[in-house]
């Protein structure tokens, strides 16, 4: 295609029209081009070619139109002065200095500080692949730094100084990896694009997408940041990271979801499969053009005030409840609020205020406390009964019961048989061993032992169901004689150990089970990929019954060393419905309004089944609103007790934490509505701000033109163009605004 001899034109309006179709619906050049010739001769007959012309001229043009909106056409030095990313549309509402911000936003107080917070989301997709088809030299690009992209050179150069780095371990294996299988990659010269944008408003940021060599790895050049993640992904993490890097309770997060990254993929899903087998240029000519009007939607005043108005509602009545609930408590509130400050302004160090902490001693703690004890004793000269000392026999007791109580594989193939196998001999060998330490610190076990009926066929019964008969399953009686009394003691603390460690176990297991639920629903697809998630949700499965019947176990030890009273155990019983994820308040009480909606709505369609009269639903939520309950700060939640009992079950210590985190939850969620609110009124202001900005630097660029060098009708094009641009970006006070500044396609 040339300008100065050209053979084969198009209308401008063949061309807009096209631009509007394939970046509004996606459709492809080929089924446009398509379109036209049907249009021309929809009788089936051959006509001429010119469908590589049309990719051509399109594509330039589109090249052209993003010069035009980015100004170059006013600009001395022209196209070839264009600086890296700035053909790319700027977020109006995110903070510019030097553009829509206070001169002393640096000097600002702490409390005002995220008021000037920029939120980046970095994604990945591994979707918008290429294959390994013409090269750089046969197909350039017509502007690659201009506008999102990077330019390749420079970015090849940056990965040669990134050394080879050891894959990061994260806690949560990320579904899009998934897609980065290195069997699939082959013959591609591009894995997926990663991406940069603001996180609040998805604005892709200049210079801000590349290709990807292989998977998400990510070297980051600067300090100044604070990592979160985003709302939907946080509940794939371990519970430590939901603690630490929520969206809800970083301070200054406002209601950033973080999720705005996913709604450009969704934007340019449509156009992967033919980017797929373009060259080099015309990929990055057209992913360019594509995110340039693609973004810039939602940011009108219109939505702003939506949001406002929100922020508002939400806040006032979560406050309401919040003070309610704090009034109840209101000697404990100051240092509540300390804890939080405290944790804020040094999170590595200080207490988390939103976590349970773990109490009581270890029991590697407890047996040194024992061992200790024991020497005591031999230093005063009293002498023991065995080499191995009573705090050493009962762990290796409760060692020998946790090895029964370990989910052997099951006797499939002859390889499984045969680990079971070696594993049944080792577990005989520890049973035997104890026996003989059973034989001189509690011969009544021995003689229980000895008393025990005899099965008519000793095969059937293995090797992990017989009894072991520690001081807790004997009476009474034989536990009052001694050494048993002293035993009796060590195996109570060594069982208030069983269960705290347990059900830490159990609380893992219970994150991992939600994780895997959650990308089952989310990513598995396919028999495949659902077979291996099922097995993985039924290994989990095993693992939870495991540390459950663990549990039960140790109770039931320390019920009977508490001559049977459930009261005097100091740990609640496990009950099969108490085995749940736990749940948070804000999702149950959303849950609670989606149950109540249902069963309005299953009423409004009885009563309309009975009588043949429709009842607006208006109607039926007017008569229920006398009843409905109202929410305080303190929001009505079914959460299992085994996440709020971490030592002894009931004791004012861990009652006062649950009611500090029932505090510290509802205030967080508290501030960040308020948090949001402020940042929409900022917002509000930086909006006319900025394009006030732009409204005059195409004013300043209209006074640019030599008009005595130009000719009369292309300088009057030229300024009237800069004059319009301009009055698009004029904010009149008191107009409401309702411009979309890439709606200008021409």
Known sequence: MTDDRPRTCTTFECLDDFQCATHQSKTMAYDYYTMLEKKTDNTGRKLPNRYHTFLLMSRKYGHLLMLKRGGRGHAPSRVEGTEPGELAVLCPCCPHPRINLPEDWENVPLDDQFLYIFFLALDACFRLKRRLVSSELKDPSLGISFAYLVESVPYR???RMCTDQKEMNTCSGLAALDHDNTKFSRGYSSAGVGMG??????????????????????VIAMQLWCFVIPKMHIHSHMLVCQLAYSLNLVPGSMQTDGEGIERPWAHIGGVAGSTW????????????GHWATGIGKNWWAERLRTRSDQAKEEYAALLNGFMSFSLLQVERVPGWGKMIQDFEADPKNARNPYELPVRGIMEAAVLLQFEEE??????????GIHSVSPASF??????????????????????????????????????????????????????????????ENEEEEPIEKEPLFLPSALTA???????????????????????????????????VKSRLLNYKCL??????????????????????RLHSEKYQM???????????????????????????????????????????????????????????????????????????????????????????????????????DALQIEWSKPYARTRRWREEDRLLVEETQRLPVFLEFYAREWERRAGQIPVSVWSAELAEGVIVYALRQAAISRVTPGVDLDLDLMGDVT
């Open 554 to 656: 140790a109770w039931e030890a320390k019920r009977c060393l508490a001559g049977g009273d459930p009261s005097k155990v100091g740990w609640r019983l496990l009950m099969a419905e108490d085995v749940r994820c736990m749940e948070d308040a804000a999702e149950l009480a959303q849950g609670a309004d989606k149950w109540k909606a249902q069963e309005r709505r299953r009423a409004w369609e009885a009563q309309l089944q009975d009588t043949g009269e429709l009842l607006p639903m208006m109607e039926a939520e007017q008569a229920e609103e006398g009843e409905r309950e109202v929410r305080g700060g303190k929001n009505v939640r079914e959460v299992s007790w085994i996440w709020t009992v971490v030592g002894t079950a009931g004791s004012d210590a861990d009652l006062e």
């Open 523 to 544: 990513h598995a697809r396919h028999q495949g990929p659902n077979t291996r998630a099922r097995t993985m949700v039924q290994r989990n499965e095993t693992k939870i």
């Open 197 to 218: 944008v603001c996180a609040l408003h998805e604005f892709v940021q200049p210079n801000g997408v590349r290709d990807l060599q292989k998977g998400e790895r990510v």
């Open 394 to 455: 009962m762990a290796a007791a409760l060692e020998v019961e946790d090895e029964q109580y370990v989910e052997l594989k099951k006797k499939g193939t002859m390889a499984q048989q045969i680990d079971v196998m070696a594993l049944q001999r080792v577990l005989t060998k520890n049973i035997q061993q104890l026996r003989t330490l059973q034989a001189t610190y509690t011969p009544a076990a021995i003689i229980a032992l000895n008393a025990r009926p005899v099965p």
């Open 374 to 383: 024991d020497a005591a004793c031999v230093a005063r000269g009293v002498p």
């Open 157 to 159: 150069g940056f990965l």
């Open 477 to 511: 009686e034989q536990r009052a004689t001694e050494p048993l009394k002293g035993l009796t003691v060590i195996e109570d603390v060594l069982r208030d150990m069983q269960c705290s460690t347990t059900l830490q176990f159990l609380h893992r297991q219970l994150n």
């Open 277 to 288: 087998e373009m060259g080099l240029g015309a990929r990055e000519d057209v992913l360019n």
